[in-house]
Structures are given as structure tokens and as C-alpha cells.
């Protein structure tokens, strides 16, 4: 691992090199949580894709595999092996992919089957879904799961008239599949907070909460900019088709994308997206100056557990099992502040993980913030503050790197405070990435590129008149163990 590179994650799940991006082919299968990925072994670019492999028992303790799933060349995949899931089953771990060739614009759906515990893969002939219905403009992403007796799959697509869809198809033995129509087809429509679902739906995803209701996920796809930001359809399964509700925005940050689903074996939904790099290229996947002298290229997320609240949203929080990675308390503070008198709280590493209830008084009063200040000379600094106005949550790096090749940029959590004017957060931050959470179910999650040695300095802050309330407390955050053996070749030891 490039752990001399301070911005290489601790916490995160990457391998030490070179590109990654979505999460593929998550599943719980012979013991273990199995945490695929999009994955190029000989660049930081995307290009020649290939289905890198971690596993787990515990999502603690990881190993990180040899390469699962490698394109044939000559072959349907020639171009690459493109994202989709897997399933357990009695015959094996069957993974299905998106078969990328150059010489077509859809990646048909495709698959191959793991009788060693989902190490190696033998692939099966000829495509499963050679090509889309008519009217298609955009085709990939398969996922499959099982409903009674008999098995279902959405794929991602765009249609000619505009509409984003999920299209549906059913089998009864994995291998043969028919055509059943949209399961939802929608034209674009507005977020909360800005932008919408657009025109092409990547890695749809679907979790099935019971009782009928359930969440489809998607990735937003923008024919002219590209991978844009994810997006949530709760609703009612008919079967055919989904009665959607109101979409959400999945994640508030600019750097959350192709989530993808795992259903536990304790039957919680757990979810991880792809988290790319904010250096200098401005389109994801185009080169970047800065990303090729590193080596290496975005981040899967922390799992996180989607759940459905009882008012219908679709609500995130870091998986459980993360608290074990708490180490040492680094500080606990509660107080009021000021916007003229700034509160240094105390220090932190480069990793940690924070809790904070912070107050927005009453209207035309004052708002409390987080400032974790990156530079001695308090010039590097990222801030997380209350909006005296509205009460969203707003996080802005426009002063987080002194790298002038950092993206800036601020965002906003639409609706955050709770009943009382208070907004509980949880933020994890791993050397080069922040991820939020509120109390009320939303995330945000964004890098940032601190060039400023540790420790840093954790502040409170206020904006608007009057005084404010905060409280915050902060743990170290222990790296992940994990175990290279990308190399390693035949079975398990
Ligand atoms: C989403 C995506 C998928 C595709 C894969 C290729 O980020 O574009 O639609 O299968 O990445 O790497």
C-alpha cells in the first residue's frame, strides 16, 4: 500500500494501485461478505476493466484476492467486464456482468459461475441477453436476485424518447431469460436540492424491504457529462411494474456514485458506492495530471445500511460493525459559541470519527459549525456549518487544499435540523475523504486534499449574531486490517 502517500485511505477499500470504480457483484456467500469491484491492473485510468476482489467475515478483517473476472480477448467482453452482481446459490456464486465490446453501444448481460467460493469464475458461453428491446439507447448493469420461484433482473438503460428505466427480465433457471418491459421508465425529474434523475439509469439496484415495498437505486447517467450523482425510488413492487414514489438524492456530495446493494445474512441492506477522485480532471474517468503521478484512483465507501423510514425515505448510516474501529478518544467538547470567538476543541489524526449535535437558534440568530483546520497557519481548513438562514447542513472545501490542482466547491444537506433546531451528525474522515451523516437519514460525502501535516485542529464555530450550541465528540479511527493476496495463486490457504 502507498502508505507514504497521505491521502491513501486507511478505512476505505481499494487496492494499493492503479484504477477502480464501482462495486460489483456484492454477496454473502461461503462465510464471507464479497465486495467486487471495477477494476484496471495496469493504469489509473479507466480503461480495460476487470472484477477486483475483497472478502470478509466480519467487514473488518479483509483479504484482498487475486482478480476474479478478466476480459476474453476475441471475446463478448473483449473490451471489458463491465459492472453487475451475484448471487448465491446451490450451484455456485453466479456473477452477471456487462460484456463490454468497442464495436456496440450496449454491454449485453453476461455471466459466470464460481464453484470455489467465488475465487475463480468459469465464464458461461454466449451472452444471456444478447442485445436490449427496441427503443433502448443505453444497456447495462445487470441484477439479479431471486423472488419465490423464480429469479428477476433489472439492467440499466436509456430510452429512445428520453426516459431513464430500469428494464425488467425473469427466468426460472438463471440461464434462460424473457423480456417483461420496464420496471420503471421516467423521464427526468427534479432531486431534492438540485439536478434530477436524467435521461440513462446505470446500476440499478433493487432492496426489497417486504410487504411489497421496496427502494430502487440508480446511478444517473448524463449523456453529455457522464456519471452524474445517485438517486432512490421507494415504492411498490407489482411485480411488472413499480409504483414509484417521489425520487431522492442518494448522497448530497459530488462523489457518490453506482451504489450497490448486499442483502446480510441478519437481513439488513448494505450498501457501498464508488467514491471517485476531485483532482484536476474535471469529467470522471478523463486524465488527470495529479491522479497519474499517485498511482491510483477512487475508493469504494464505507457500507452503509439503508433502511426505509416511516415516511417513506430512504435513510443511511454507517454499517454497526464500523464502531469497532474507534480507537482512542481524541477529544469531547460542549459549549456555546460565537461568530468572533472561534472554539479550538482540540486535535485529531488524519482518521477519525466524529459525532456532533450542533445548533441553528432562532430565526435571524446564530447557526454553530465545525471547522477542522488542516494547516498550522489556519489557511487549510474544510467547514461544516449550519446555515443561519435555512438550517441545511453546508460543507465547503473551497479553502480544504492548498493544492490548486483540489477541486472546491460547497454543498448542502437540504433538510437537516430536527425538532429543537439541532442537527445530529456523524463524520467519518479518512485522510482524503469526508463522509457525512445526519441523524435524519441523509449522507454527504466529498474528497478533499489536505496538504497540511497531522495533528489538525477540530473548531467551533457560529455564523449570524448571538451565540450557538455545539457539542462534539471524536475517536480516532483504526485502519482496516487488511491482508494482500492479490498474488496468490490456486485456492484458499
Ligand atoms: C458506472 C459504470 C457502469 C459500467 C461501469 C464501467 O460507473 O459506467 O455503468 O458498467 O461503470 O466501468
Redesign the pocket.
Known sequence: MPVSDPHFPAAHLRPPVNWI??PNGLVFHDGHYHVYF?YNPHSAR?AD?HWGHFRSPDLLRWELLPVALVPTPGGDDEG?V??GNAVSTDGGLIAFY?A?RDDRWW?PVASAVSHDGGLTFAKHPGLLVPQPAEGTSMF??PYVWRDGDRWRMLV?AGLADGRGAAQQYLSDDLEHWEYAGPFLARAPEPLPGGADTEEGW??VQYADFGDGRGVLLL?A?DPQGG?SHSAAYPGRDHGLHFAADAPQRLDHGPEF??PALLHAPDGRWLMWG?VWEARDAVQVGAPSTWTDEVGWAGMLSLPREVTLGPDGSVRQRPARELDALRGRPALRAKGQVTADAPDTLGVTGRSFDLTARLHRGAAGGAAAGLRLVTSPDGSEYLDLALDAATGELVVDRAHASGEPRARGGSWRIPRTTEPGGFAELRVIVDRSIAEIFLGTGESLTLRFYPLGEEPWRLQARATGPGTTEFEAQVWQLNPLGIQDRSDRRGGPA
Open positions: 470504480n464501482d471495477q479507466h476493466m471489458g463491465w459492472s456487462s463490454k454491454q447495462r448493469d440499466g446505470e446500476c446511478s447517467w456519471a456514485y453506482a464508488w
